[in-house]
């Protein structure tokens, strides 16, 4: 297909899928020549972006035109729906047209209706990081495709210290890779807590101190955390998936559920003896603490993504965390 439509919020994800593309479709000699980006922000970049598209590719190789995370499957003028109609279907040999998008594709918009008949689209989606077996598996595939040879114990002590950042994860898999360059033995636990920041790890940490209710470890946990540059986002992001787990386990056990095969099924927890564990961390919280955390981590959310102050907002929601399981 002459046409391409990338969204999801994994970012790097996309960028290595673009990069095949660009890699398969443009002369280097000719690159210049034949690769447009056309940002955003720019004035009519939907419409400069189907008119560079068909002008076929100067010298070898093909053209590729990339319109940046846009909008044309949210909203569509009729000047630019018109354009898309008479357009993508006569793009000429050789000619692609790439779209990206951070945001779900609307079903519903006519624009969204011809790409579809034109377009290959993919989505390139985070694994929500309580979703730990596919996390896994993911760390796993990675690994394999880097050529890093890991441990089980290694995929996921990894996991746990990367968590859905693809990018980070790929970083640390390269180091990995170069330090076992020369070796066939697969690398143990040692090497990667040698090696590897577990950022992730502390984000658990910073849940179970809020979940005890001990405001000084959590606030000094939480500075860590910030020093150690994780972006806030992805620390509530872990906070919110771990009291959400907690609060399913709670939930169902206090229902009268006490099969940990149902419970895991029910979580997506791909290993039933986590369930034990969950049930002993959660034995001290009740169902009414667990239920009201979950306001105030959303509340944090979109606070960070309105541009509150980072480090003020953080530490004001996780000393108000840490009251509320503090509640007898």
């Given amino acids: 297909m002459p046409v391409y439509f990338y969204w999801g919020e994994d970012d790097f994800a996309i960028e290595k899928a673009i ?14 020549f034949n690769y447009t980006v056309l940002p955003p922000d720019l004035p009519d970049a939907p419409i400069q972006a189907l008119n560079q598209v068909m002008t076929p590719p100067f010298g070898a190789g093909g053209r590729l035109v990339w319109l940046v995370n846009t909008s044309l499957c949210q909203q569509c003028s009729d000047n630019v729906l018109s354009e898309l109609e008479r357009t993508v279907p006569v793009i000429p040999e050789n000619s692609y047209l790439l779209l990206t998008s951070s ?18 689209f993919r989505e390139f989606s985070l694994i929500p990081p ?20 890991l441990t089980h114990s290694s995929v996921e002590m990894l996991t746990d210290a990367v968590g859905n950042n693809t990018r980070l994860l790929y970083n640390e898999l390269e180091k990995l890779r170069l330090y076992a360059q ?19 790890q502390n984000n658990l940490q910073l849940a179970v101190a809020i979940r005890t209710g001990d405001t000084a470890k959590a606030l000094a946990i939480l500075t860590d955390i910030i020093n150690a540059c994780e972006p806030p986002l992805r620390v509530v992001a872990t906070l919110i998936g771990q009291f959400r787990t907690w609060l399913w386990v709670k939930l169902m ?21 986590r369930i034990y564990y969950l049930q002993k961390e959660i034995q001290s919280v009740s169902v009414e603490q667990l239920i009201a955390t979950l306001p105030i981590l959303l509340d944090l959310e979109v606070s960070l993504k309105q541009g509150a102050s980072e480090m003020s907002a953080l530490q004001t929601k996780v000393i108000e965390l840490c009251q509320v399981c503090q509640r007898t």
């Fill in 253 to 273: 056990v206090e229902s009268g559920e006490r099969n940990p095969q149902v419970i895991a099924k029910a979580l997506e927890i791909g290993n039933p003896n």
């Fill in 19 to 32: 990069a095949v593309v660009r890699d398969r479709i443009l002369d280097p000699l000719w690159t210049s």
């Fill in 103 to 120: 945001r779900k594709p609307d079903e519903r918009l006519k624009s969204t209706k011809i790409l579809k008949k034109f377009a290959e």
């Fill in 182 to 200: 020369g070796s066939n033995q697969p690398l143990n636990t040692d090497a990667v807590a040698q090696l590897v920041r577990n950022t992730t």
């Fill in 130 to 149: 309580w979703k730990t077996e596919l996390l896994v598996q993911s760390v796993s595939q990675a690994a394999q495709t880097v050529g890093v040879k």
